[in-house]
Every structure is written in structure tokens, then in C-alpha cells.
């Protein structure tokens, strides 16, 4: 173990002397958290949404049926309080709910206005804001059809409520987004590049016939990014809350363990590069170029997966970054406990298991 300590603590050393790294580690969460906590919106379709008709009358029936015509919407119709709802809604099921109270037909004929209830999920708040103005779209829409003179006897009004967000703050999408980014790339990259530089500068060699155990090697290149990752994180939270102004509803333990679950997935990828490439080049278009795509294109924070052709979201369930993101909105955002995450939890301890295998399967300790 002191042998270990020691060469731990030469890597910090190495890491220290190093500005670009410093600035990669560092400088990247700022200026990623700046550019996505207010730059970035996204469109949105398909979006599910569950309708509870406690009515059942002719106009219920008819605007339900305009929203079901929408290309924007996927429909479920079932009768539910509001417990069923808000259980549907954290484990992620739906988007939106929107509720139709029994009295809906005689508030109508009594006074001339009926008000009808969107709930909609807050922790993504853009997805939100445009599912609620499509949705009072559509209920405008149906008064001016049928009663199209300028005077309506009667009016609808919604009544909205931001699940996780009552502020309808904008950047709540994007935070967990940029965590899984940042932490994917930041963690692959470093590692890989880091253990590609020893096999090109020739140290390698003198590691590997050094009485010290190989598989220490790699573990000694990984503690150091697994501790400042770590701090990275706590980086991140803090420009999240006072920056962006982002309320933490988890449990901080949990948000941790999580976060290091998902560093050690990304810095078992890193060694699977490393242990496969010969140059810091070929190492940083892999983790860069090769990652950095899909983490943005299929975690669904920039781009909606369910607006993605079916094979697409398949595909996405092998980016480790899919699952984080899906963990950290939930306990992050949502307040939710383990009971919730289990399933994602354990898909990322999988994947780390197998990457780590075959990195150790593939490590060299002859090199050629």
C-alpha cells in the first residue's frame, strides 16, 4: 500500500504541473454551466401525457379528442387522483397530466366557465412551458370552433402547476446534462491520454519491470481523476445553486454515491482506450470526438430521445451518460430516493464491471 500511496501521489504531481489539465478539469463545468444554463432551449414531440376525464361529457370528450389528434402529444386515458398522478409522474411515465374535475359540464351551464387542470413535470422546464402552451392552444382552439363569434358564452380556464420547478426555472434541464457531460468526457479523456503519454515518453516500460504490480498501475492513474472528479462535482453544484440559482430536493449522500459510481464508469472507459491506442492523439479524437457526440446527442438533455427513430433509443441505452442523467434529475431535481434509481443504478455498476474487465483483460504488460 505505501508503494501505491507513492505513485498516487506522483500523479497528483503530474496533474499539478500540468495547466492544460487544470484548465480542462476546471475551466470546462464554468464555461459549459454558463453556455447551457442560458443559452439553450430544445423542441419538443411525442411527449406522454395522461388525460383523467372525471366528467365524461360531450365537451370533455371533444377536447380530448383534439388533443389526441395533436402530433405533439402521446395520449394514455385513465380516471386517478392525484396521488396516481404524482406517482406516475416520479417514475417518469408521463410529462404532463391534465384533469378534467366532475363538475367540469355543470360549471358550465351554471356559470359559464369551467376550469380544467394541467400538472406538469417542472424538472424539465422547457418540456413543460411548451407542453402547457400547446395544450391551452388546443383548448382556444376548440372554443373558437365552436363558437366562433367574438362573444363565447362561456370560457375554460387552465390552471397550471410546475411539478420540481415552481419557478419555472430554465436551466434545471441542463444542469444534470452538463454534470454527465463534463464528467464523461473530462474523467475518459484525462485517463486515457495520461497512461498513452507514459507508453510514448518510454516510463511505461520502466513501470513494467519495476517490482510494482501492473494492475496497480492503472489503479494509481485512476485514483487521482476519481478525487478531483469528485471535486469537480462539488464545483458544479456550487455554480449550480448560487450561479443558477438551482435548489438541491435529494439526498447530497446519495447525489455522491451516484457520482462516483458513474466517475468509475467513465474512468474505466478511459483505460479500455488507453489499453487500446498508442498515441495521446488517437487517445483524445477517441474519448473527444468519439464521446463527446453521443453523450450530447443521445442522454436526451439537448435533444428529446423520444423524438429519435426507435433503433436511435436503443442505441442510447448503451451511453453510460443516458442513465446518470436520468439519476441525477431524479434525486437532484425531483428529491426522490434510491427506490427510484435502483434500476439505473445498477445498469451503470454492469457496465462498469464489464469495462473493467476487459481493460484488465487487455492491459499489456509487454509492449511491443
Known amino acids: 500500500m505505501k508503494q501505491l500511496f507513492v505513485f498516487i501521489r506522483k500523479e497528483f504531481y503530474h496533474v499539478f504541473r500540468d495547466p492544460r489539465t487544470l484548465l480542462i478539469m476546471f475551466g470546462l463545468p464554468l464555461a459549459q454551466i454558463i453556455l447551457f444554463g442560458f443559452a439553450l432551449t430544445s423542441e419538443v414531440k411525442n411527449a406522454e401525457i395522461v388525460i383523467s376525464d372525471n366528467s365524461k361529457d360531450i365537451q370533455t370528450v371533444q377536447i380530448t379528442n383534439k388533443i389526441k389528434a395533436s402530433?405533439?402529444?402521446?395520449?394514455?386515458?385513465?380516471?386517478?387522483?392525484?396521488?396516481?398522478?404524482?406517482?406516475?409522474?416520479?417514475?417518469g411515465k408521463i410529462k404532463c397530466a391534465v384533469i378534467f374535475p366532475a363538475d367540469f359540464s355543470s360549471d358550465l351551464v351554471r356559470s359559464g366557465k369551467a376550469q380544467v387542470q394541467f400538472i406538469a413535470d417542472g424538472s424539465d422546464p422547457n418540456t413543460a412551458k411548451t407542453i402547457i402552451n400547446y395544450l391551452s392552444s388546443i383548448?382556444?382552439?376548440?372554443?373558437q370552433s365552436v363558437y366562433p363569434a367574438s362573444s363565447l358564452p362561456?370560457?375554460?380556464?387552465?390552471?397550471?402547476?410546475?411539478?420540481?420547478?415552481?419557478?419555472?426555472n430554465g436551466s434545471l434541464n441542463y444542469i444534470p446534462g452538463v454534470m454527465a457531460l463534463i464528467l464523461m468526457i473530462v474523467c475518459t479523456t484525462l485517463t486515457?491520454?495520461?497512461?498513452?503519454?507514459?507508453?510514448?515518453?518510454?516510463?511505461?516500460?520502466?513501470?513494467?519491470?519495476?517490482?510494482?504490480?501492473?494492475?496497480?498501475?492503472?489503479?494509481?492513474?485512476?485514483?487521482?481523476?476519481?478525487?478531483?472528479?469528485?471535486?469537480?462535482?462539488?464545483?458544479?453544484?456550487?455554480?449550480?445553486?448560487?450561479?443558477?440559482?438551482?435548489?438541491?430536493?435529494?439526498?447530497?449522500?446519495?447525489?455522491?454515491?451516484?457520482?462516483?459510481?458513474?466517475?468509475?464508469?467513465?474512468?474505466?472507459?478511459?483505460?479500455?482506450?488507453?489499453?487500446?491506442?498508442?498515441s495521446?492523439?488517437?487517445?483524445?479524437l477517441i474519448s473527444n470526438m468519439g464521446l463527446m457526440l453521443p453523450t450530447l446527442v443521445f442522454t436526451g438533455f439537448l435533444i428529446p430521445l423520444e423524438n429519435m427513430p426507435w433503433i436511435l433509443q436503443v442505441f442510447a441505452n448503451v451511453i453510460p451518460a443516458k442513465w446518470y442523467f436520468i439519476i441525477i434529475k431524479s434525486v437532484m431535481l425531483k428529491g426522490l430516493g434510491f427506490q427510484y434509481v435502483w434500476k439505473e443504478t445498477a445498469i451503470l455498476i454492469g457496465m462498469t464491471l464489464v469495462l473493467l474487465m476487459i481493460s484488465l483483460k487487455n492491459f499489456k504488460i509487454r509492449l511491443e
Open 154 to 168: 362561456y370560457r375554460i380556464i387552465p390552471e397550471t402547476r410546475m411539478l420540481y420547478n415552481e419557478e419555472g
Open 192 to 278: 486515457s491520454v495520461s497512461i498513452v503519454k507514459e507508453k510514448e515518453l518510454g516510463t511505461m516500460e520502466v513501470l513494467l519491470v519495476s517490482p510494482f504490480n501492473p494492475v496497480r498501475v492503472l489503479i494509481s492513474k485512476a485514483v487521482p481523476y476519481l478525487i478531483l472528479s469528485l471535486l469537480n462535482f462539488v464545483f458544479i453544484l456550487l455554480l449550480s445553486v448560487f450561479l443558477l440559482h438551482v435548489e438541491i430536493k435529494g439526498s447530497l449522500l446519495l447525489l455522491f454515491m451516484e457520482t462516483a459510481l458513474f466517475i468509475l464508469t467513465s474512468l474505466s472507459i478511459g483505460l479500455l482506450i488507453s489499453n487500446t491506442t498508442s
Open 280 to 284: 495521446q492523439q488517437t487517445a483524445l
Open 139 to 143: 383548448i382556444t382552439d376548440y372554443q
Open 71 to 91: 402530433t405533439y402529444f402521446t395520449v394514455h386515458e385513465a380516471s386517478m387522483d392525484i396521488k396516481e398522478v404524482e406517482k406516475m409522474f416520479q417514475q
